[in-house]
């Protein structure tokens, strides 16, 4: 008669670590994407010495696909080769959040991207 109610308990446990694992790799993930898809960016505002309309676009329907809202992308700095050129994304996630038992909040989540480096084009 006990073993039925431990091993009941233990199910219950660990199929609530489980829930909490997955729900705090939710933003994670998130982040992730915004950071891989913000790089590529970087690699382009480096070669091109900017972000075109076009390239700010991509980015930003590349993020909202990532579940971003709110999105807003700037670049500033010089354009001549060498000198210092920043990239600056802010966005919001909002995704639902375990509270209680069984309640779930939407929690809004600020992310911000800032990277600077070096313009290498090349002008002839």
Do not use: H, W
Not at 4 to 24: C, S, T, W
């Amino acid at each position: 008669m006990e073993r039925p109610i431990i091993a009941g308990i233990v199910i219950v446990f660990l199929i609530a670590i489980a829930v909490g694992i997955i729900e705090y790799f939710v933003p994670l993930n998130a982040r992730f994407e915004m950071n891989s898809d913000c790089r590529k960016a970087l690699l382009l505002v480096e070669q091109q010495a900017g972000l075109t309309e076009e390239d700010k676009n991509k980015l930003r329907e590349d993020l909202a696909e990532d579940g971003f809202k709110n999105i807003v992308i700037t670049v500033t700095g010089g354009s001549a080769q060498g000198s210092k050129i920043t990239l600056r994304v802010e966005a919001d996630f909002e995704y639902p959040k375990l509270v209680d038992i069984f309640t779930r909040n939407m929690v809004l989540q600020k992310a911000i991207y800032e990277k600077t480096t070096t313009v290498r084009k090349v002008v002839n």
